[in-house]
C-alpha cells in the first residue's frame, strides 16, 4: 500500500542535542507538510515543500531546519532542542499545493528530551 | 484569517448511540472542510472533505457531516457508535495552501 512512513516512532533525544526525524513517501506527492502536535493540542504546521520549494512558517522558530533531498524523503531537523519542543512530529504529503488536496498523515514521531 | 472552534473537548456516548461532533469555522471565501480522526499514538486519518456541491457528505466508517453555510458549521454525525470509534477528531479548512485545524473533541464510548 502507498503509504508515508515515520522513522522513528520514538525519538529520545538530550537537551541541546542536535536530533533528525524522517519522513518517506510511496505516494508520489510534490508536497510534503511538518507539523507539531503538543499534548491535546491540534497539530500546527512548521513548514511544507512543494516540490523543492521550502515554505515556511513565520512563527516557525530557527532552531527547526527542513531537507527534501528528493521527491520521497524529508527530514526535519532540531539544532537544539529545548524541553518546550517535545512533542508528536507529523509528516504529511498532498498531490498538489493547494488545500483542495487532502492531505495524508504519517502515524508520527514522538520526540523526548532528556 | 482563517479559524476553527470545535466547543466539545470531551463527548461521552454510549455504545450504539447516535453522535455529533461540533464544528465552526471561519473563513473569508469558500472554505475547504475536512474532518480527521486520529487513535492514540498514531497520526490523522481523512474521514471526509467537502469542497462544494452537495452539502451533506459522505465519509468512511460510517461517518457524514452537514457543511451549513448560514451557520458556518461542519458537524460531524454518525448514527450508531462502535467502541472503535473514540479517538480525537480534528475538524480543518483550508485556505491559502494551508490547513487550520481545530483543537479537536476527544470521544470516549461506553460499552
Known amino acids: 500500500d502507498a503509504m508515508v512512513i515515520q522513522n522513528p516512532r520514538y525519538q529520545v533525544t538530550q537537551f541541546g542535542k542536535p536530533v533528525t526525524l524522517s519522513c518517506s513517501q510511496t505516494l508520489n506527492h510534490n508536497v510534503m507538510y511538518w507539523y507539531q502536535q503538543k499534548s491535546s493540542q491540534a497539530p500546527k504546521l512548521l513548514f511544507h515543500y512543494y516540490d523543492k520549494d521550502f515554505n515556511n512558517e513565520a512563527d516557525t522558530p530557527d532552531n527547526f531546519q527542513s531537507r527534501r533531498p528528493n521527491t520521497s524523503f524529508c527530514f526535519l531537523d532540531i539544532r537544539s532542542p529545548g524541553l518546550g519542543d517535545a512533542a508528536m512530529y507529523l509528516c504529511?504529503?498532498?498531490?498538489?499545493?493547494?488545500?483542495?488536496?487532502?492531505?495524508?498523515f504519517g502515524d508520527g514521531t514522538r520526540l523526548s528530551i532528556l | 484569517a482563517q479559524s476553527v472552534t470545535q466547543p466539545d473537548i470531551h463527548i461521552t456516548v454510549s455504545e450504539g448511540a447516535s453522535l455529533e461532533l461540533r464544528c465552526n469555522y471561519s473563513y473569508g471565501a469558500t472554505p475547504y472542510l475536512f474532518w480527521y480522526v486520529q487513535s492514540p499514538g498514531q497520526g490523522l486519518q481523512l474521514l471526509l472533505k467537502?469542497?462544494?456541491?452537495?452539502?451533506l457528505v459522505q465519509g468512511i466508517k460510517g461517518f457524514e457531516a452537514e457543511f451549513k453555510r448560514s451557520q458556518s458549521s461542519f458537524n460531524l454525525r454518525k448514527p450508531s457508535v462502535h467502541w472503535s470509534d473514540a479517538a480525537e477528531y480534528f475538524c480543518a479548512v483550508g485556505g491559502g495552501n494551508k490547513l487550520t485545524f481545530g483543537t479537536g473533541t476527544q470521544l470516549k464510548v461506553e460499552l
Open positions: 467537502y469542497f462544494s456541491g452537495d452539502t
Open positions: 504529511a504529503t498532498s498531490r498538489g499545493q493547494g488545500t483542495i488536496q487532502p492531505q495524508h
